[in-house]
């Protein structure tokens, strides 16, 4: 455990700060951005950060020792606030008032608890009235304190879907009360009213009073910060995100300050660069008259901060340029001044942290407070050209372009668009915000944990909600796509869906969404759940039911950042392809090489299965061979149509791996219908299917012992695979085939599939009287073989990791059945990851780690890859980098991924290198230093 600090507040304010943006662990994200902000002259309203190191007390010792590990901190840090704002916490006449924030260390948007307007009671309310000269405004305040406190503090919010908010209701009677429609409606009276009746359903649920006490109000607001750690929205975003418990949370609290203090007031949300496709363009929404609240909520339909922004968004929504000058109006034409404030502001942040900054910003009766910075999340496309951008604005070094990008996010640039012809056809039914880009076609599903449940029973479906909060977060990750009725391109809904590379929609408010019947209603159509819609996100159109998709295109900034892997990975990247289409398509993504064909894919299509079927049917090795006749010339031309494909490059090419059952009818009918072919009786087949039947076909007759049961099946495959390779040579293509033994255990398993192998191609190199060169190699997917691998690397020329094996047979988590029991292992933190998806370094890294270092010893240049799943995933593929592999191999549409992830870890690598020897270069002059003292 690393060592705590003594220090457990710190301040920031006018100027200057006690922390900054490299503390982002002990201060939290937000923490050690507001301190930066406040360093390099942005104005921040004054505050304190409570570290992330309180919050694990908090969580380990409870609330009273957290309290009094921090008490005196907190007092003193809220008297200098008091101090530079000229106010006083508690005061009836001039009050401080505060806000109450968290922030992780990691971005977590939405996910944990916030309040505003702390210090408000019925004393202080009159304070702020007077102050402000704006007594709507304080008793507005003063109600939605009491409204958040109340859900956030005092554990008020419903706890289900079905429960509504006290507030709410409260709320919704006092309108209909009073004949309003809208909040903004109410009178200062109302507001007052409410108030009473807010602290009445205090009283009434808890059982408590409201606190009129500040000080219990603040600890009351910073532990339940801290305890929304803890909550399951946020509990869910770290699984999914992969971000530790352990972290915690920090807590900022700070003067408030106030959007809603007028038509002078306002408050938004923006970025510097546009977050969904990454062009370099200023742009944000904000509300007048607002609290930040507002903005994210989608109550109210939020405008445009830049005037280009407003026009584009006007066209979008067909609104003439007259109605949105006169109802929608920019930021730029409505506040100028603070406009160019907050332009020149949003420059200097981004040159300040060299990336695109996602801002907050409140405007105070017509002055500027930016209530943070961070970089700011988007979408793998903006990821791309926001980093190449940078990179030509001389930003940013090409190194830091490259570790700039998440390689998974990359997916998004690969996933594919609609086809346009189909699109032609297509009949919208609402026009949406473009809010998170991509294409997707699924069926309606209105409810987020419905929305699991339709997904686990592998339907692809659309969430179609009136607007998301974080609740939803696990229903919105497991659908196609998102639409919304409400919300801007800052709702929750397009944060959220932008972040996680998931095509949204938001804001299609002609779409009316009804959950009580569970029926999407748009263009006179009245669509239920589970019929097809489809969206796309690049443009904000919604369709009736489902189009076609097709692949994407890679070019443009992409290609560039593709080129730069190249130029820094160590690594190549090849991929796993059983067809000539599939090669094609990793070629066309910048694949090496193919590092698994698996041949067994081959044996189904028309007449093979019949051929595949006589084989296993045969009663003998005539029987056999003579079914192998027939199979040949299908396999070799495979191969033909594979290594042109690849041609100049490697094909490693595995012999049959699966047990024989997997090619045979287990139903009735479809044992009947084999007979009729074979020309056997149904019972025949039945007894065949019966005698290939295993308890653990994994663990049975499958992988190199099919082929030294049979030897005359891996005499077939040599011969194909050879004929193929020389086949190509008379037509001028390089074909190079390195020749794979699947699921090898011992070195005479091995040996005697390389003895088969070796012979037949001798043979086939004499009757053509040519030869070409090859590799003859093993998987390593049997632990026993990583641990004798220096025994079998006497006969394997490379050997390849099949991982996916490997880890089933090392966690003995059977690859087939695992699925009933991983989701409550990772639920309840048995294991932290899928060890099918990502690899276990701990456990089956150190066989690999074994294996390598055998192999090598007996074979020092060794070829060495892997080819499980775990070539494509980016943490794998960084371990196989730092154990020197020479190449991983993945699908085709993770190949960018693996390249990108393989450059990176060569880039870490390097860093790491010349840090450690900065440290030697610093360490030796020290010494000297010394010495010359000395003398
Ligand atoms: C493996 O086991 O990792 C592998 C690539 O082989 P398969 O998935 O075909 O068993
Ligand atoms: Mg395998």
Redesign the pocket.
């Known amino acids: 455990m690393s060592k705590k600090t003594e220090k457990h507040v710190y301040l920031f304010g006018d100027g200057k700060a006690e922390g900054n943006a490299t503390m982002k662990n002990l201060l939290g994200g937000k923490g050690a951005n507001l301190a930066e902000m406040n360093l390099i002259g942005v104005p921040v309203p004054p505050g304190f950060t409570v570290t992330t190191e309180v919050c694990t007390t908090y969580n380990e010792k409870g609330r009273e020792y957290a309290i009094a590990q921090i008490k005196a901190e907190v007092e003193d840090a809220v008297r200098q606030v008091e101090e530079i704002m000229g106010t006083k916490f508690g005061d009836k006449v001039n009050p401080c008032l505060l806000s109450v924030r968290s922030g992780a260390r990691a971005s977590m948007p939405g996910m944990m608890d916030t309040v505003l307007n702390l210090g408000l009671n019925d004393e202080a309310v009159e304070g702020i009235a007077k102050k402000s000269g704006n007594e709507r405004f304080a008793w507005d305040s003063y109600r939605r304190f009491v409204q958040m406190y109340g859900d956030v503090v005092m554990d008020m919010k419903p706890a289900s879907k079905e429960e509504e908010d006290p507030f709410e209701v409260i709320i919704d009677e006092l309108k209909e009360e009073k004949k309003v429609e809208k909040d903004t409606d109410l009178t200062t009276d109302d507001l007052k009213e409410m108030v009473r009746r807010f602290k009445a359903a205090v009283k009434k649920v808890t059982g408590q009073d409201f606190p009129t006490n500040p000080w219990d109000q603040l600890w009351g607001s910073v532990m339940a910060v801290f305890d929304s750690w803890m909550n399951d929205r946020a509990i869910v975003y770290r699984r999914l995100n992969n971000i530790p418990a352990e972290w915690g949370t920090a807590v900022n609290v700070q003067a408030m300050v106030f959007g809603n203090m007028g038509d002078n007031s306002a408050t938004g949300v923006a970025f510097t660069r546009d977050a969904g496709t990454g062009e370099n363009i200023f742009n944000g929404e904000y509300l007048i008259n607002a609290q930040g609240e507002d903005v994210v909520a989608g109550i109210r339909t939020p405008q445009q901060i830049t005037l280009e922004g407003a026009k584009r968004w006007a066209k979008l929504q067909n609104i003439s340029e007259k109605e949105r000058a006169a109802n929608f109006p920019s930021l730029e034409e409505a506040m100028p001044v603070v406009y160019k404030e907050l332009f020149d502001t949003q420059e200097k942040l981004e040159n300040h942290y060299k990336d695109m900054q996602d801002l907050e910003f409140t405007i105070q009766d017509g002055k500027l407070w930016l209530l943070q910075t961070r970089n700011g999340k988007r979408t793998g496309a903006a990821m791309v050209k926001i980093a190449m951008d940078l990179v030509r604005e001389k930003k940013i070094s090409k190194r830091e372009a490259l570790l700039r990008q998440e390689p998974n996010k990359l997916d998004e640039l690969l996933h594919p668009v609609f086809d346009k012809v189909a699109l032609e056809e297509a009949v919208v039914l609402a026009q949406g915000l473009p809010a998170s880009p991509g294409a997707a076609t699924g069926q309606i599903v209105f409810h987020a944990d419905e929305a699991e449940e339709w997904a686990e029973k592998g339907h692809k479906i659309i969430l179609v909600r009136i607007e998301t909060s974080p609740e939803d977060l696990a229903g919105m990750h497991v659908a196609e796509g998102i639409l919304t009725a409400r919300g801007g391109m800052t709702s929750h809904a397009a944060v959220v869906a932008r972040g996680m590379g998931k095509c949204c929609v938001s804001g299609a408010g002609t779409a009316k969404i009804n959950y009580k019947t569970r029926t999407l209603t748009a263009a006179g159509k009245t669509f239920k759940e589970g019929d097809w819609i489809s969206l796309n996100g690049s443009t904000g159109e919604v369709y009736e039911g489902q189009i076609k998709t097709i692949d994407p295109e890679v070019s443009g900034d992409f290609g560039e950042l593709m080129d730069l892997t190249n130029k820094y990975a160590k690594m190549l990247v090849r991929t796993n392809a059983d067809t000539p289409h599939d090669a094609e398509v990793a070629r066309a993504f910048g694949a090496q090489g193919i590092g698994?064909t698996?041949t067994e894919h081959m044996f189904f299509e028309g007449e093979r299965i019949v051929a595949m079927r006589e084989m296993i049917l045969a009663e003998d090795v005539d029987g056999r061979k003579e079914a192998l006749k027939k199979l040949l010339p299908m396999q070799r031309a495979d191969f033909e149509g594979i290594f042109e494909a690849m041609h100049d490059l490697p094909v490693t090419v595995r012999l049959l791996?699966p047990p024989l059952h997997e090619f045979v009818p287990h139903d009735e009918k479809g044992q009947k219908e084999m007979a009729k072919v074979m020309g056997v009786t149904p019972e025949h087949i039945k007894a065949k299917v019966e005698e290939l039947s295993e308890f653990n076909p994994m663990l049975g007759h499958r992988g190199c012992r099919l082929g030294n049961t049979y030897p005359e099946i891996s005499e077939t495959q040599a011969r194909a695979i050879i004929e193929a390779a020389l086949n190509l040579k008379k037509r001028g293509i390089v074909a190079k085939p390195e020749i794979m033994i699947p699921l090898t255990g011992t070195l005479k398993e091995m040996k005697m599939q390389e003895d088969i192998v070796r012979s037949t191609i001798a043979k086939v190199f004499e009757e053509r009287n040519d030869s070409i060169d090859h590799m003859v190699g093993t998987?390593i997917?049997v632990p026993r073989a990583a641990l004798t691998a220096d025994e079998i690397a006497t006969s394997a020329e490379f050997f390849s990791f099949?991982?996916?094996?490997?880890t089933q047979m090392t966690f003995g988590y059977s690859r087939d059945d695992a699925g009933k029991f991983l989701k409550v292992y990772l639920d309840k933190g048995i294991l932290k990851v899928d060890p099918f998806q990502e690899l276990d370094q701990e456990g089956v890294g150190q066989l690999i780690k074994i294996a390598c270092e055998k192999g090598r010893k007996t074979r020092p240049n060794i070829k060495i890859g892997i080819?499980?799943e775990h070539g494509g995933d980016p943490s794998s593929v960084e371990f196989c980098h730092t154990l020197g592999f020479n190449y991983v191999s993945c699908s085709p549409f993770r190949v960018p991924i693996a390249r990108l992830a393989a450059a990176q870890a060569s880039v870490k690598e390097e860093a790491a290198k010349k840090a450690c020897k900065a440290a030697k270069a610093s360490k030796k002059s020290a010494k000297k230093d010394k010495k010359k003292k000395k003398k």
């Open positions: 698994l698996r791996d998987m997917e099949g991982t996916n094996d490997l080819c499980g």
